[in-house]
Structures are given as structure tokens and as C-alpha cells.
């Protein structure tokens, strides 16, 4: 990846920063202050460097490699680590991705960076406090099982992942990636083109129109039951459709801003594309990709890379 060691070094500047020190405080002043065994520079490399064996461990061969000769009770890491501002780590992150995009050399297709949306859902430990604040993923009826839904967009050609988002286990995966994509200007900056692909779970007229208001081009692919009397009435395999925004697609949205411009608009035409697979199957995608950069055999290859 390019730079990755100039990158790495900027991040471990930041790390370093009293401004950062200051966030990482959690509001509260008094926090790590004290010259301790471990200092928050160093607690900060112990939490991104984990390898996955137990805490004693992690510590134990960290303060063999950054501090010699000098050991850290498990107690005293985890009473300080409980004072961390979870947010720091967050801002790290920005911090990291926003540097690899503010130079030249990353991977686009056709000068767009091809963005992925996906979400999906995550056991977690099962306490009175993760059922509360998340949810349960379980059937009702049955033993509940705590979870939580995550939500991400992820460059596919840099892998990087720009942005993710922890939330309550049932969450509307199209809304989210819509807060998700108004983010993505602040990281790869207000000229970078880019365009978001999604699979079956994301199509929605609503998304679809607010998307192309704000100019954001997209790629979706359809269940057979999404745009049915369209799908039904194509006859070539790549051509734009008028989809008429009649009673029953506003239904939902009535009394809603969405709802009221649906009703202005009256109809959107989007592009649906056939894609052929294996044994006679097909899929149908839809999007509004213009036909002149993006030609039809691109739109597998684009929808493939997700």
C-alpha cells in the first residue's frame, strides 16, 4: 500500500500530540496525568497492536519490547483503560484514511474510487446492559442472544475501510450508508469522485432519489420482486426505464418530505442492466452510471469488485 510507512508514522505523531492526549481524556482533566509505568502513548500501541492471545500476555511481552525491565498488573491497565475516550480510536482512524487520500496514487476505476456498502450483524456477550442498548437478534420466544448491527463502506480497489458504524442489532442498512456516503467528502476530499455499489438488501426509491439529488452515483442489484412490472417489460439488456411513482410506491411515504417529492416527481428513470450467470440464471441491476463512460460490460465487472 502506498506510503504506508510514512502514513504510519504520521499516525504515531498524532498519537503523540497533547491535543490528542487532551481528547483521549474523556472530558475529565485529571486522567492520565501522572508519569505512570504506562503512559497513555503507550497504552493507546498496546490496544491497536493486539494479537489476539490473553491480556497478561499482550502486556507482558509489550513491556518486554517498549519498557525492559519493567512489568504492568492487569488491574491497573484495565481501571486505566476504563478513563479512554473510545472516541480516540476513532479519530485515529479519520485521521489515518483522510492521509492516504490527501496524496495522489490510489487506485480508482475511470478516476472513481468504488465504494461498497455492506452491513451485518455481531454476537456480543449477553448482559442485561447489551440487551438494553442493542438488542436481541434472537427469535422471539427463544433464549436472546445480544447483538449488534454494523454498517460499513469500504474501498474495494485500496481496500480501506472509510467508514463503519456500530448500531442496535435491527437497523435500516440503506439509511445508513446515506449518513455513511455525506461523510465520505471530509475523508477523500470534495473533488474525488466516487461511486457506491450495494447489493439486494439496499434498493429504495426514497435512497435512490435523494442519492441522485446530491449527484452520487450508485450500482444495485434487485430482487426479483423490486421495479417487478419493470423488470418484467425489458426487452434489451441494458436500457433506461421510466419508473412511474404511482400511489402504491408513495404509500409508505405519505405525509413524509421524501413522500411529498415523490409526488412532485411524478417518475425517475434509472438504468437496469441484465447480467447473465451461470446455468441460465440472470441478475438485473440498477443504476444510474451514464451509459457513455460506463458501458454494459463493465457493470458486472463493477458489481463483481463488491
Known amino acids: 500500500m502506498k506510503d504506508s510507512q510514512k502514513r504510519t508514522c504520521c499516525d504515531i505523531s498524532l498519537i503523540h500530540q497533547d491535543e490528542f492526549h487532551d481528547f483521549c481524556r474523556n472530558g475529565n482533566l485529571s486522567s492520565f496525568i501522572r508519569n505512570r509505568k504506562m503512559p497513555l502513548t503507550d497504552r493507546l500501541f498496546t490496544m ?3 494479537r489476539g492471545i490473553t491480556l497478561s500476555l499482550e502486556l507482558r511481552n509489550y513491556m518486554k519490547t517498549a519498557h525492559p525491565g519493567m512489568e504492568i498488573s492487569k488491574p491497573g491497565y484495565l481501571k486505566q483503560r476504563m478513563k479512554l475516550n473510545p472516541l480516540a480510536f476513532y479519530e485515529l ?10 496524496e495522489p496514487g490510489f487506485s480508482a476505476f475511470h478516476g472513481y474510487l468504488v465504494l461498497a456498502a455492506d452491513g451485518s450483524g455481531i454476537n456480543i456477550p449477553t448482559t442485561k446492559e447489551t440487551l438494553e442498548e442493542f438488542g436481541t437478534s434472537s427469535r422471539k420466544g427463544t433464549k436472546p442472544q445480544a447483538s449488534i448491527g454494523l454498517g460499513c463502506l469500504y474501498d474495494v ?8 458504524d456500530c448500531c442496535k442489532c435491527k437497523f435500516d442498512e440503506m439509511r445508513l450508508a446515506e449518513e455513511q456516503i455525506d461523510r465520505i467528502p471530509e475523508t477523500i476530499g470534495a473533488s474525488q469522485p466516487f461511486l457506491v455499489i450495494m447489493d439486494r438488501g439496499y434498493p429504495s426509491t426514497a435512497a435512490f432519489i435523494r442519492m441522485m439529488e446530491k449527484g452520487i452515483l450508485f450500482l444495485a442489484c434487485l430482487k426479483s420482486s423490486d421495479y417487478k412490472k419493470e423488470q418484467a417489460a425489458l426487452s434489451v439488456p441494458d436500457t433506461w426505464v421510466d419508473i412511474q411513482l404511482d400511489k402504491s410506491r408513495i404509500r409508505h411515504y405519505k405525509g413524509t418530505d421524501i413522500g411529498r417529492r415523490m409526488e412532485e416527481l411524478g417518475h425517475i428513470t434509472l438504468r437496469m442492466v441484465k447480467v447473465p450467470l451461470p446455468e441460465e440464471r440472470e441478475e438485473v441491476l440498477i443504476t444510474n452510471l451514464p ?6 460490460r463493465q457493470m458486472a465487472e463493477l458489481y463483481h469488485m463488491r
Open 93 to 102: 482512524y479519520r485521521h489515518h484514511n483522510r492521509n492516504f487520500y490527501a
Open 291 to 296: 451509459s457513455e463512460t460506463f458501458d454494459y
Open 157 to 164: 480497489m485500496n481496500r480501506m475501510i472509510l467508514e463503519s
Open 48 to 50: 491497536i497492536n493486539r
